[in-house]
């Protein structure tokens, strides 16, 4: 990883190859017309989200080096091989699990929207506090693929990560890429398009807890949530944050709108407003 | 539901959890996190990692130079911006105003338009249109690029971290200047802004105060008084460093305002306690020059004149009409100038102001050339104008306008200043800010306080300009 940058998933050669595949990309703007796949874009505050969603849909969102530019979803689609995606730029946030508005918007798009796949863009110059973020962005959906952005940066700075090691790691695709200058997008869209239309990895990294009693009152809780909603994909973290209190996932409980996860209402997220109103 | 036993089962299993059981869930995820990147990431140590960023931020964040350097950047911006935009100004204005105007009018009367129909589109629409273009086109080609620069470079977050130690001070929340900062550009975005801010307390101050970010609709008023007011006083060599200065000053008054509303908020309707929280300093990037010339060029500045267009062009031709429709024998717009001269004259102002502030509530774009076009028509008619029409006059005229026939003084340019400051935000913001509350109370509050306090400050200048005999 001393110059230039292979996806950790590099297909046969011509495939992976910058110009076959962006010639396979047509940006569709905010036309998401007919779409196949819903894909989100996630990640920390000023990661290079937005460059991310702009590369693919030829949008101009509003891009600048600061965290908190992104506080609503923005929208827009591409195709890529025949197969039509619609984009989500969710705000930057740094966990999903406090109360702010903008972290509410990204934690409802990913459990109620369930995306087909979710880009966590990563700062590669800061991996370890982005990782928090990513973890939990895997206890709620496996199908997941990490960009490794601002990799000029980081080597730059002489930071050398090993992307083989990562994505065995994290159990998911690990794309390094400069969005900035498109490096990258080409093994992005390739493997975007993997998680979009392939079962996810069995292996995903999922956050054990240290605590023995915590981990076993997880463990039952999910078991019982398995029964009640066969097919909910992320039982553990619902798990949680029942055990935590949380009164917007005890009320997706108690009016039964937790079963449409199971059932696969990819269409759920998109009927609530995007900006809720202060509280 | 049968569900409710889940949550039963919950409530019992918590219970038999250590009661700091949430810490051990964020525990859990760094300390997964340390133990991937401690065997995914090696550093390079021989390479000076960072030291020029933090060199560079010891400088941009300290306690004294912070602010001082903070005040040379902006002051540089503005004065480039004024110094830049004076001859594509006048220019444009040669163009599309004195000789558009009247090619297109000599256009219409050939064609055998009716009087009318001439006066609400050409005299009326276009002229409003043209006017604006000239007047706020060349500012902001060099204004946005400039800002935007700023900020792909990474100095606004270090604006705000500066800015932290103030807003803390004021019992308010830090991210606060993250919003503010929007709100330089439009308070409808620096509104939405605010959803960054977890409490709602701490969010509704940064929503109220919002407006005292001045905003695109009302840089080019501030510049324009600045320019032809202020920076005349001083002599031709310094006149544009004198402008800018003004403009700087406005701006720093707007600050200390915001500081002390939400001060008084905080101690008052919006008590409480002020979150902790972490501004993220992002590393400083090279800024992409050509792309950030394209993306400020074509999404601000277009845009913002795309929306100063459509405002223009409708409020050109209100003012035409209430200019020329006569009730027993005077126009609609002189009845209602006369009506609000004595409160206009008491803030320091005068009533063509109020009424141009009134037809603008849409957009703040749009005073300057109101403000002309009403003094122009109900002035002592010594111009010779038909009635109504838009004048044709370049920035360098206006300062003779607005004095030999509206009868400005200084004060009154110092006064149009503080209350394009102060005054209400635009409909557009306070259609967002009831969006974000969806509270009539809070709306209200947002609208009402910065005007009450527009009147209160124009009033307190006026009268003591007056007492001190300097007007």
């Known amino acids: 990883m001393t110059s230039g940058f292979q996806a950790s998933s590099a297909g046969p050669a011509c495939t992976s190859c910058a110009i076959y595949n962006s010639a396979n990309l047509a940006k569709l703007g905010v036309e998401t017309g007919d779409y196949d796949y819903v894909a ?34 923005a929208e827009g689609g591409f195709t890529y091989r025949g197969l039509g995606y619609k984009l989500v730029d969710l705000p ?43 973890l939990q962005i895997l206890q709620i959906t496996d199908r997941v693929v990490v960009a490794l952005n601002l990799m000029d940066e980081s080597q730059r700075h002489g930071i050398t990560i090993d992307v083989r090691h990562l994505g065995r790691e994290l159990g998911v695709p690990v794309v390094p890429m400069a969005a900035r200058k498109g490096e990258g997008l080409p093994e992005l869209l390739e493997a975007v398009e993997q998680v979009a239309t392939r079962q996810p990895a069995t292996s995903v990294r999922r956050v054990k807890q240290r605590n023995a009693a915590l981990e076993r009152a997880v463990a039952t809780l999910s078991d019982k949530l398995g029964q009640a909603f066969p097919g909910l994909p992320n039982t553990r973290w619902v798990a949680l944050r029942l055990l935590e209190g949380d009164p917007s996932t005890e009320q997706a409980v108690r009016d039964g709108t937790l079963g449409d996860l199971g059932r696969g209402a990819a269409e759920a997220g998109s009927a609530r407003p995007t900006g809720t109103a202060a509280r | 539901m049968s569900n409710a036993h889940l949550l039963d089962q919950a409530a019992a299993l918590r219970d038999d959890l250590p009661a700091d059981f949430q810490d051990g869930i964020v525990e859990s995820i760094y300390a ?22 933090r060199l560079l931020d010891r400088a941009l964040t300290h306690r004294v130079w912070g602010f001082a350097v903070m005040g040379v950047l902006f002051f540089a911006v503005f004065w480039f911006t004024i110094v830049g935009a004076a001859a594509p100004s006048a ?10 105007h009247a090619w297109l009018r000599d256009g219409f009367v050939a064609l055998g338009s009716p009087a009318w129909l001439t006066g609400i589109l050409i005299d009326g629409a276009y002229l409003g249109t043209a006017w604006v273009t000239a007047v706020m086109l060349p500012p902001m080609a060099i204004f946005f690029p400039l800002f935007t620069l700023l900020e792909d470079f990474g100095y606004l977050p270090r604006v705000a971290f500066n800015l932290d130690r103030l807003f803390s001070a004021a019992g308010t929340h830090g991210k606060q200047s993250l919003s503010m900062m929007m709100g330089y550009g439009c308070n409808a975005a620096g509104v939405t802004a605010t959803r960054i801010i977890d409490s709602p307390r701490e969010r509704l101050i940064a929503i109220i105060t919002n407006n005292f970010s001045i905003c695109n609709g009302r840089w080019p008023t501030l510049i324009l008084m600045g320019t032809i007011f ?68 074509i999404d601000r500045t277009l845009f913002v004149l795309r929306r100063a267009l459509l405002m223009a062009a409708p409020a050109g031709a209100v003012i035409w009409l209430i200019s020329n429709v006569d009730v027993g ?18 803030l320091g102002l005068n009533g063509v102001i109020l009424l141009a502030y009134i037809v603008a509530i849409p957009a703040n774009e749009i005073i300057i050339p109101t403000i002309l076009m009403l003094t122009m028509t109900l002035g002592s008619g010594m111009s010779g104008a038909q009635n109504g029409v838009m004048i044709e006059l370049g ?34 913001t306070i259609l967002t800010i009831w969006n974000e509350t969806k509270s009539l109370k809070w709306t209200s509050l947002a609208t009402l306080l910065p005007l009450t306090l527009a009147f209160a400050v124009t009033f307190l200048t006026a009268t003591v300009a007056r007492l001190a005999g300097w007007v």
């Open chain 2, 32 to 53: 997964d996190a340390a133990a991937i990147s401690s065997h995914t990431v090696s550093r390079d140590s021989q390479r000076a990692r960072l030291t020029a960023d």
């Open chain 2, 395 to 428: 920035p360098a005229q206006t300062e003779t306008v607005l004095i030999q026939i509206g009868g400005w003084t200084l004060l009154t340019a110092i006064n149009l200043m503080l209350f394009s400051l102060l005054h209400n935000p635009c409909s557009t």
């Open chain 2, 230 to 297: 202020i920076g005349a006083l001083a002599p031709p060599a310094l006149g544009s460093v004198v402008a800018a200065g003004s403009v700087v000053t406005v701006a720093v008054i707007g600050v200390l305002t915001t500081l002390l509303v939400s001060w008084a908020l905080s101690k008052t309707v919006l008590r409480g306690q002020t979150s902790a929280y972490s501004l993220e300093l992002p590393p400083y990037r090279r800024p992409q020059l050509w792309r950030t010339l394209h993306t400020s060029l």
């Open chain 2, 329 to 346: 024998g005077t126009s609609v717009a002189a009845h209602v100038v006369g009506a609000l001269d004595p409160l206009g004259l008491a």
């Open chain 2, 91 to 100: 220019w444009l204005y040669t163009l599309l105003v004195d000789n558009g």
């Open chain 1, 92 to 134: 930057g946030t740094y966990s999903l699990l406090s109360t702010s508005n903008d972290e509410e918007i990204a934690r409802d798009f990913l459990l109620f929207g369930r995306p087909d796949v979710t880009i966590a863009v990563v700062d590669s110059t800061r991996l370890e506090r982005n990782l928090n973020l990513v």
């Open chain 1, 40 to 73: 989100a874009v996630a990640g920390n505050p000023n990661t290079g989200k937005s460059t991310v969603f702009n590369a693919l849909t030829g949008l101009r969102q509003h891009v600048g080096n600061w965290p908190g530019k992104t506080v609503a979803r």
